[in-house]
């Protein structure tokens, strides 16, 4: 016997006074809702009702399960409706890891509208370039820019793919006049990234599908993209960045792109969360927040 079912089935004879139009608003049969009333009573080894030429009547054992009834039904219902409504509005603390590229120098460009679209939903973000460990630190969704998505257990959602482009401040090319070959880099002041996973050399890919090897030898190197960005920014010299965390300023002018024929290959930006059966809605709410966000941006060569 569905206890559940029974229960709810007795609840809407008890509300009807009347098994056939119980059955009917139930969709079922009189005989087939007869006999979930007397396995009901059969269970509790007490008659519930009682049949007269009026109708149906509740005994006082029929009486007391019916409130017993009520309560637990509309506790249950209450729970059901408290998850599907959070399934559809997510609420509570998120925490995200990403890049300090997309932590600091993208961040004005989505966070404002996310949190907009999301009031009930508090970011807690880690800003780090190393590859956190998500389910060992405690974290529901990373953000990562890599030369591509390695082999992982956990689920993985591609929100961009990035050229690496060349660039510098107007202030540094005035000085120093624009390269217009790859060979042309040798005579500049080239900015290196020297994280863990940076190589020591440039792979420029050639308008074609030509490759060339080019070692910076570079005067300035760091560790971290935002102090490579602010080299950049202040006219220290030639850097390569993802045009993602570029664009806004080959936009406005504050960069530019150095041999527009030559890229360092492509980054990929990518989602990644613990495998579940059920993903939180809050990830699913910040995954699809941030596919759309790196979706509605311009095209690199526009």
């Known amino acids: ?38 396995a009901l009573e059969t269970s509790l080894g007490a008659q519930l009702v009682r049949r007269d030429t009026r109708g149906i009547t509740l005994t006082e054992a029929g009486q007391r399960y019916l409130t017993a009834c009520a309560d637990i039904l509309s506790r249950l219902d209450a729970a059901h409706a408290d998850v599907a409504s959070n399934a559809t509005a997510p609420t509570g603390t998120l925490k995200v890891s990403m890049p300090l590229a997309i932590a600091t120098l993208d961040l004005p460009e989505w966070l404002p509208a996310f949190q907009a679209r999301h009031a009930g939903l508090r970011l807690e973000v880690t800003s780090t370039d190393r590859f956190t460990r998500l389910v060992a630190e405690g974290i529901d969704v990373a953000l990562r820019i890599s030369a591509g998505l390695e082999d992982t257990s956990l689920m993985a959602r591609t929100l961009a793919v990035s050229d690496m482009v ?137």
Not at 15 to 38: F, M, P, V
């Open 1 to 38: 016997m569905d206890q559940l079912k029974a229960m709810r089935a007795f609840q809407r004879i008890a509300q009807a006074s009347s098994l056939t139009a119980a059955a009917q608003s139930l969709g079922t049969t009189h005989s087939s809702l007869s006999r979930q009333l007397q």
């Open 166 to 302: 060349l660039v510098a401040a107007p202030r540094y090319l005035v000085a120093h006049g624009l390269p217009r070959t790859p060979e042309d880099l040798a005579h500049h002041q080239c900015l290196q990234h020297n994280g863990p996973e940076s190589p020591a050399h440039w792979t420029l890919h050639l308008q074609g599908g030509g490759q060339q090897a080019f070692r910076p030898g570079a005067r300035f190197a760091c560790d971290t993209v935002t102090a490579l960005y602010a080299a950049a920014r202040c006219g220290s010299g030639i850097a390569a960045f993802t045009w993602h965390t570029v664009r806004a300023d080959l936009h406005s002018g504050a960069l530019v792109r150095v041999l527009p024929q030559v890229t360092l290959g492509q980054r990929t930006y990518a989602a990644l969360y613990p495998r579940t059966r059920h993903v939180p809605p809050a990830v699913r709410a910040f995954v699809d927040f941030m596919a759309e966000h790196y979706r509605q941006g311009p095209a690199p060569h526009g």
